[in-house]
């Protein structure tokens, strides 16, 4: 039986346990890619709790966590700045050269990146990282550029999928559940 074009594959897994950079689009990827405004014109964002959470665990396993995104919004400052995150890039049109210059702080190579994106904007990253990564809501031409497709969509799950990947590829997965099972966090 042949495996679907975007699943998570074996080799996939494998590519994964090297991934020392997660980096994320925010709208479409984190929130559900929806603008929401108030009756004063102001935006209101949704952020998924278990990809939050998901994101500290990537952290506190070693892996370096960043934000790039095309919009500019305090909100997503504040997420960023709640789940430890310091990697936060606001207002990016062209998201490559940002992802290729923190890479370049951080010692880490293209190919130790897995970057998650839904849109245009994202497609130079996807393509040129290591492991490019796109969600369900992402349109079919985004989609057929990344190496994987999470099942969760964008703001309901999808960086936490991805998360629990990377912990699981990087062996990290059994102790993770035990330290959960044997002390309250």
Same mark, same amino acid.
């Given at each position: 039986?042949?495996?679907?074009?975007?699943?998570?594959? !074996?080799?996939?897994?494998?590519?994964?346990?090297?991934?020392?950079?997660?980096?994320? @689009?925010?709208? *479409?990827?984190?929130?559900?890619?929806?603008?929401?405004? @108030?009756? =004063?014109?102001?935006?209101?964002?949704?952020?998924?709790?278990? +990809? *939050?959470?998901?994101?500290?665990?990537?952290?506190?396993?070693?892996?370096?966590?960043?934000?790039?995104?095309?919009?500019?919004?305090?909100?997503?400052?504040?997420?960023?700045?709640?789940?430890?995150?310091?990697?936060?890039?606001? *207002?990016?049109?062209?998201?490559?050269?940002?992802?290729?210059?923190?890479?370049?702080?951080? @010692?880490?190579?293209? @190919?130790?990146?897995?970057? %998650?994106?839904?849109?245009?904007? +994202?497609?130079?990253?996807?393509?040129?990282?290591?492991? *490019?990564?796109?969600?369900?809501?992402? !349109?079919?031409?985004?989609?057929?550029?990344? =190496?994987?497709?999470?099942?969760?969509?964008?703001?309901?799950?999808?960086?936490?999928?991805? %998360?629990?990947?990377l912990l699981r590829a990087q062996g990290h997965w059994d102790a993770l559940i035990e330290?959960?099972?044997?002390?309250p966090h």
């Open positions: 039986m042949s495996q679907e074009p975007h699943s998570l594959t !074996p080799q996939l897994l494998e590519h994964l346990s090297t991934v020392r950079l997660l980096a994320l @689009d925010v709208d *479409g990827v984190l929130s559900d890619g929806q603008l929401y405004f @108030d009756s =004063n014109g102001t935006e209101i964002k949704s952020f998924h709790v278990l +990809d *939050g959470h998901g994101l500290k665990l990537a952290k506190r396993f070693g892996i370096e966590v960043a934000l790039i995104t095309g919009r500019t919004s305090p909100m997503v400052a504040q997420r960023a700045a709640s789940l430890g995150i310091t990697h936060l890039f606001q *207002g990016v049109e062209n998201k490559l050269p940002v992802l290729r210059e923190l890479c370049q702080q951080l @010692d880490i190579s293209l @190919d130790e990146v897995a970057y %998650c994106g839904d849109d245009l904007p +994202d497609l130079a990253a996807i393509h040129h990282s290591g492991i *490019g990564i796109s969600v369900p809501n992402a !349109p079919p031409y985004i989609q057929q550029h990344a =190496n994987w497709v999470t099942t969760c969509a964008g703001g309901r799950g999808a960086a936490r999928e991805i %998360c629990d990947a330290s959960y099972l044997q002390a």
